[in-house]
C-alpha cells in the first residue's frame, strides 16, 4: 500500500458519520467552500427537510464533509451534494458518505430483487463514482443493486 493510501485510510477511518443532524447554515457553507452555488438558508432547511436521509461526516470536531439521498424511498433513490471540504478530498472520505448512504438504500428498498440507485456527478468527479461501481450514463450516474 502507498504512502498516500495508508494515510488516506487512517483519515477515513477516523471519520464519523452521523445521521440527519446537518443544520442549514452548515450545508450552505460546505456547499459555498466547495464551488457550489451559494442559497438561501431557508432554502437548505427545506432541501434537508425533504430528503430521505442526509449524513454529516466530522473528523475530530471538524464538519469536513456531507452527503444527501433524495428520492421516494422504496423505489428510486438519488444521491445529493456529495461533500467534502478540498483538504480531506482523495482520503476516502467521500468513499465512506457514499456506501453509507448505498447501505441506507439497500436496507430500506422494498422494490423486491434490484433497487437503482442514481445521482448527477459535478463535472470532473465522474471517475470517483465509477470506481464505486456506478455507470456514467448521459444524464448522471446510476447503480443497479441486487438486493437479497
Known sequence: MKKRELYAAKIADQVV??????QPQDFVRL?????FADIPIEH???????GLINVS???GDRLIGMGRMVGDGAMY????EIIVLPEYQKQGVG?????????????HSTTGKFT??????AKGKEEFYRKLGFEVIS???QKMIEIS
Open 77 to 80: 433513490w438519488y444521491l445529493q
Open 44 to 50: 437548505a432547511k427545506r432541501a434537508l427537510d425533504g
Open 95 to 107: 468513499t465512506k458518505i457514499v456506501n453509507h448512504l448505498v447501505d441506507y438504500a439497500v436496507s
Open 57 to 59: 461526516a466530522k473528523y
Open 139 to 141: 444524464n448522471g450516474i
Open 31 to 35: 456547499r459555498v467552500l466547495t464551488g
Open 116 to 121: 437503482t440507485i442514481g445521482g448527477v456527478s
Open 17 to 22: 458519520l452521523q445521521n440527519d443532524v446537518l
